[in-house]
């Protein structure tokens, strides 16, 4: 972890451009949101267990390289209003991560509004079938990361925030069965999709079983706020 915190970027090298300073400080992409969620979660999982020192420096480089450039400054990046996976895997990463680090209330909720402005424009290239035109894959990466988010910020606001509900529900959580072929977790290939298994049952069935599939959602303790 104190290596992660020391990296030059967060980010993949094909999404820097040259690399150069100017491009790096405050670039925030899919690779950079996912590294602050992990650390984000591992500081608040385990907290008792990490060196003070560990845990002051992730909270710097997440304030650092996401939360000031993103919330504080209100930089505008391209994944903000898109309409694919990208706005609900960067939005919601650092959405998750300021749930879990921010003490600032007011960053907080700038915060929330910001994410909740991320999965409006991600659900926006949904059709009423509940279906994208990425393929399957990235069904599970960008609807995952968008039910990730929403669970975890219902639960924050006590239910008051809720983003599963609306008239397409159903359509999200029947999407898996309808895309199914005759053999066994085999789905149809269309978008940006390769060949072979994709198993929703180690993806999105395995953090909130109850809302994909339908049945009543399992029960879980966490250390959100």
């Known amino acids: 972890m104190w290596n ?3 990296e030059y970027t967060w980010c993949l090298p094909a999404h820097l ?4 300073v100017g491009q790096v400080n405050g670039n925030i992409d899919l690779f950079a949101a996912e590294t602050v969620h992990m650390l984000a979660e591992i500081v608040t999982i385990h907290a008792e267990r990490l060196d003070r020192l560990v845990i002051e420096r992730i909270r710097f480089e997440a304030e650092r390289r996401i939360f000031i450039p993103l919330y504080r400054e209100q930089r505008k990046f391209h994944w903000q209003t898109a309409d694919h996976n990208w706005s609900a895997v960067c939005g919601g990463c650092c959405g998750m991560a300021a749930l ?6 007011s960053t907080l909720q700038e915060s929330i509004s910001h994410t909740v402005s991320c999965m409006n424009a ?3 290239g949904y059709g009423e079938d ?6 399957i894959g990235y069904w599970v990466y960008g609807f ?17 925030l809720d983003l599963l509900t609306g008239s397409k529900n159903n359509s999200y959580r029947s999407l898996p069965a309808a895309s199914s072929s005759v053999r066994r977790n085999i789905r149809e290939l269309f978008g940006q999709c390769r060949a072979g298994r994709h ?9 909130v079983p109850g809302w994909v599939a339908g049945g009543s959602a399992a029960s879980y303790s966490t250390p959100y706020r």
Do not use: I
């Not at 451009?17 to 150069?20: I, L, Q, V």
């Not at 509940?130 to 393929?135: D, L, N, W």
């Open 130 to 135: 509940g279906g994208c035109a990425e393929g």
């Open 17 to 20: 451009g040259t690399g150069e």
């Open 122 to 124: 991600f659900l926006s």
């Open 4 to 6: 992660v915190c020391g």
């Open 144 to 160: 995952g990361y968008f039910t990730y988010y929403a669970e975890m910020l219902r639960q924050y606001s006590e239910g008051e």
């Open 100 to 105: 879990l680090l921010l003490e600032d209330e």
């Open 199 to 207: 198993s929703f049952r180690t993806t999105l069935s395995a953090r």
